[in-house]
């Protein structure tokens, strides 16, 4: 998947979160926190990336607590994302 965006990631977790989690789409923003803003538990988070791994076909390491610390927003896991698929796609 080359040159994609951190915008179209962000996109596609907001659909994610409007339709699986019913959260209202004009609540959800690029800094929205996943828990303090829209609710999710650590299990809701890991479906969440089970989404994203099977639509960008990648690993996203959230197994590993270390690397779960790291992403609090939307903007910060669709960055992670982005990276991730550079990294696959190197």
Known sequence: ???????RVVADITKILVEKYDIPKER??????????YGLDSLDFISLS???????????GFENASALRQ???????AGYIVRRVAEKAA
Do not use: K, Q
Not at 1 to 7: K, N, R, W
């Open 50 to 60: 089970a989404e994203l791994e099977e639509l960008y076909d990648l690993t996203t």
């Open 71 to 77: 992403v609090v927003n939307i903007r910060d896991l």
């Open 1 to 7: 998947m080359p040159d994609l965006s951190e915008e």
């Open 28 to 37: 959800v923003a690029p800094e929205g926190n996943f828990r303090n803003d």
